[in-house]
């Protein structure tokens, strides 16, 4: 079992209302029955909820570093606050006296054993988990009807170009919000949100005039995805074999959701991976209609910045445990790829943790760009790709960091080429404003990672620093 601490339990939470509800019961005394197995590894017991049944919860830590939470109360949040609860309880001081492991626990440890067993199997056979077999002639019928709703969005787009932003209004507005409901019939989720975003720009009110632009790249990006989308679908369903594209993200703009299996089955892994988080934060994505928690990580032997994502729908947000920050390195024995371009999407099954020591410092210099030119050139060949990530993520050596007579942060390379900084829109928050305060001598021979962006109205590449690294720690400036 590992230690348990307040500060453990809080962060096993979904969010901060699970905490709150956790350690009312406590203070309430809800727990009637409060045990632990002999070893330690199980604790359990009953707690009296609104029926005349107390609910059935325990926190087993057969495994230390994945414990697992079961509890027979309806709720679906999980962890639920009884499980929560169990656990303050234990960090308070309460007394669990010693018992043995229910049967319904032990039988339930007994199939999670085999079903490890059986992974570990298939694993040294070369297999693991294997994709769902394809069904043909629903997939034909799918990408039918995702050819006939690009139809519908292309017929939309063009009328809105035709008839020029100028003349938008509130019904057309409407029209447009339609289409997006629409959209979702016909398997385009991608496609739905960048339109819902599309007409966000255009909602807001008196700051329209300023959207105009971005609302073109958005017109723009839509009929590049409608006709890249077009001819991906058409010689897709003439392909016997109905392949996906896993080199680009095409499919994720149709809608298609990546299973582990997949990405698997198409050679998009890597083994024994220790990745290291250099900045994490979460937003609110209004065209997703979903919270996102965003994180950006080394890779410490290849040097490559990929992120993480962790999506919370605003329906089921509640229930959801909210991603969060790592400042250990990650050991990750499968690490799994998604298709993309320099800041590709990465995911894991499992983890453990190890501190950061300082070769792990010096080797996030030894990885960072040491020509801006040459990074800034990858940065504008990305966007270039109509359906690219726009705001790319950079990891850069500055030899300084500083500020120009007219008040603008630059950062200068050892060949003295300079990159201005500014605070970009995309993200929630500035961090300019949080350069001054740094220890002076983190500004000399630092590394920075960057988030960059193309201001259109501004006809220039922005570069937002998210973290500075120096060989004494790795200093975050976005929460």
């Given at each position: 079992m590992p230690e348990l601490t307040s500060s453990y339990v809080d962060s096993l939470a979904p969010n901060a209302a699970a905490i709150k509800n956790g350690q009312g019961l406590v203070r309430k005394k809800s727990f009637i029955q409060l045990h632990r197995s002999e070893n330690g590894e199980l604790l359990f017991g009953q707690c009296a909820g609104s029926g005349k049944t107390p609910y059935e919860c325990s926190v087993d830590f057969v495994a230390p570093e994945n414990p697992v939470f079961r509890c027979s109360c309806p709720s679906r949040q999980f962890p639920c606050k009884h499980t929560l609860g169990l656990l303050y309880a234990y960090v308070e001081g309460q007394s669990f006296t010693p018992a043995q492991v229910p049967e319904t626990i032990a039988a339930k440890r007994e199939k999670a054993e085999k079903r490890e067993e059986n992974k570990v199997k298939q694993a040294a056979e070369g297999g693991g988990s294997k994709p769902k077999k394809l069904n043909k002639s629903a997939l034909k019928k799918k990408i039918s009807a995702q050819l006939e709703?690009?139809?519908?969005?292309?017929?939309?787009v063009l009328s809105l170009i035709r008839g020029g932003l100028s003349t938008i209004d509130a019904k057309t507005l409407k029209s447009v919000q339609e289409h997006v409901k629409q959209l979702g019939n016909y398997y385009l989720s991608g496609a739905q949100i960048e339109l819902r975003r599309f007409a966000l720009?255009?909602?807001?009110?008196?700051?329209?005039?300023?959207?105009?632009t971005y609302a073109v790249e958005q017109l723009t990006r839509l009929h590049a995805f409608i006709k890249k989308g077009r001819s991906y679908l058409t010689a897709r369903s003439e392909d016997p074999e109905l392949a996906p594209d896993y080199e680009s993200t095409i499919d994720e703009w149709l809608g298609h959701a990546w299973q582990l299996a997949e990405l698997k089955e198409y050679g998009l892994t890597e083994a024994d991976v220790e990745l290291l988080q250099l900045a994490f934060y979460s937003y609110d994505d209004q065209a997703r209609q979903e919270f996102v928690d965003l994180g950006y990580w080394l890779d410490m032997a290849g040097g490559r910045i990929h992120k993480t994502v962790h999506?919370?729908?605003?329906?089921?947000?509640?229930?959801?445990?909210?991603?969060?920050?790592?400042?250990d390195v990650a050991k990750i024995p499968l690490l799994y790829k998604y298709p993309g371009e320099l800041n590709a999407r990465v995911r894991y099954e499992e983890m453990t943790a190890r501190p950061v020591i300082p070769?792990?410092?010096?080797?996030?210099?030894?990885?960072?760009?040491?020509?801006?030119?040459?990074?800034i050139k990858s940065v504008k060949n990305q966007l270039k790709n109509p359906l690219g990530d726009k705001q790319p993520v950079l990891l850069l050596y500055a030899a300084s960091l500083g500020v120009t007579e007219n008040g603008q942060y630059v950062i200068t390379d050892e060949a003295g080429g300079q990159l201005v900084l500014g605070d970009i829109s995309s993200l929630p928050q500035g961090t300019l404003q949080l350069l001054p305060f740094l220890p002076p001598?983190?500004?000399?021979?630092?590394?920075?990672?960057?988030?960059?962006?193309?201001?259109?109205d501004q006809g220039r590449l922005v570069a937002q620093p998210l973290s500075v690294i120096t060989d004494e720690g790795i200093m975050r400036l976005l929460y």
């Open positions: 709703g690009l139809d519908l969005l292309e017929k939309l720009l255009l909602g807001k009110g008196q700051d329209r005039e300023q959207s105009y999506y919370r729908p605003y329906k089921a947000a509640k229930l959801l445990r909210e991603d969060d920050s790592c400042f070769a792990d410092l010096a080797q996030v210099r030894v990885h960072a760009h040491r020509s801006f030119a040459e990074a001598a983190s500004l000399k021979g630092c590394s920075l990672l960057v988030m960059l962006e193309h201001e259109l």
